[in-house]
């Protein structure tokens, strides 16, 4: 089983055994970058599930993970 598929079973596990729900915004806000702080580490199967978003607020994650990557490879650049 691929990564991202585990996460999917686990997410619907801890729904099923708690009824805990997490709304897009709720996992935006939480997802969201601290610009004055190192970029989290995020699995690129989750980021890349943003790309693919009909959503304004999965869009608008994706468009921080691009960010998050312009950025990074600036850096790298200039190293």
């Not at 999917?8 to 601290?34: N, P």
């Not at 004055?36 to 693919?52: L, W, Y």
Request: glycine share 4%.
């Amino acid at each position: 089983m691929c990564y991202s598929a585990q996460i999917t079973a686990a997410y619907q596990k801890l729904v099923r055994m708690t009824g805990a729900t997490l709304s897009l915004q709720e996992f935006a806000a939480l997802y969201a970058h601290d610009p004055g702080k190192k970029r989290p580490k995020t699995p690129k199967a989750m980021d890349d599930a943003f790309r693919a978003g009909a959503s304004p607020a999965e869009l608008a994650v994706w468009a921080e993970v691009e960010q998050w990557n312009r950025a990074e490879a600036t850096i790298l650049e200039q190293e």
